[in-house]
């Protein structure tokens, strides 16, 4: 089982709200990664992060933002919720020089 | 050119049966190719993994099949078993990149019957 913890796991919330989703992981990987998941469907590369201080935007166009101010801290944030959030969000991690990705548990995330 | 496509979409097996998962790829630059398996309520894990250098790679019943000329691979099952029962993602990816990133197939949801 991969150390790397995401809060909440679930959450609704109304539009207009600002959440941050939590991203922890404590096995010191430098690369960390925002994927955004629809049901039954692939995972989007939305964020990801070389290391501390470092981000970058993925794949797929979104409205969130991330900060890597510890290394082992990834946290993504929406100014304002709006049901087109609706998703889950799956944080994972890498150690540099190496392929795997760990993943977290995900937060499903349901704007009103 | 950064796609991956996965078919089929959901697959029924009876347990013993021998699912298989097929993906195919645009970019020829990608040389890593991990499969994934997600269970409900819990991040995609690691499963098995191959390189364009070896046309088949084998983990205990699970088997990757590679054809680089297609630009395709397969994810095989042997002896399927109810605990198997998960949604299975190929991706694809470059070796030991600095970005890591992974672009992912869209996913087959796996059913074995007892």
């Known amino acids: 089982e991969a150390d790397i913890y995401q809060t909440p796991r679930y959450l609704v919330i109304g539009t207009g709200k600002k959440i941050t989703l939590e991203c922890s992981q404590t096995?010191?990987?430098?690369?960390m990664y925002w994927y955004q998941q629809d049901p039954g469907m692939e995972l989007h590369l939305i964020h990801y992060?070389?290391?501390?201080?470092?981000?970058e935007k993925g794949d797929l166009s979104s409205e969130s933002t991330v900060s890597r101010i510890r290394t082992e801290h990834f946290p993504l944030t929406l100014e304002s919720a709006r049901p087109s959030h609706t998703s889950q969000y799956l944080c994972?991690?890498?150690?540099?020089?190496?392929?795997?990705?760990?993943f977290g548990p995900g937060t499903r995330l349901t704007v009103t | 050119q950064q796609q991956v496509k996965q078919s089929p979409q959901s697959l029924i097996v009876q347990k013993g049966g021998i699912p298989i998962i097929n993906c195919a790829y645009e970019n020829t630059a990608f040389d890593y190719f991990p499969w994934y398996q997600q269970f409900p309520g819990k991040g995609p894990a690691l499963l098995i993994a191959?390189?364009?250098?070896?046309s088949e790679k084998k983990e205990g019943r699970f088997t990757i099949s590679f054809n680089k000329s297609a630009k395709q691979f397969s994810l095989h099952i042997m002896d399927s078993q109810p605990g198997d029962s998960a949604t299975y993602f190929c991706?694809?990816?470059?070796?030991?990149?600095?970005?890591?990133?992974?672009?992912f197939g869209q996913g087959t949801t796996l059913q074995v019957k007892p």
């Open positions: 191959i390189r364009p250098d070896v």
């Open positions: 994972a991690s890498r150690l540099a020089g190496a392929n795997e990705q760990y």
């Open positions: 096995m010191g990987h430098d690369k």
């Open positions: 991706a694809a990816s470059k070796w030991l990149s600095n970005t890591g990133k992974l672009i």
């Open positions: 992060s070389y290391g501390v201080n470092s981000t």
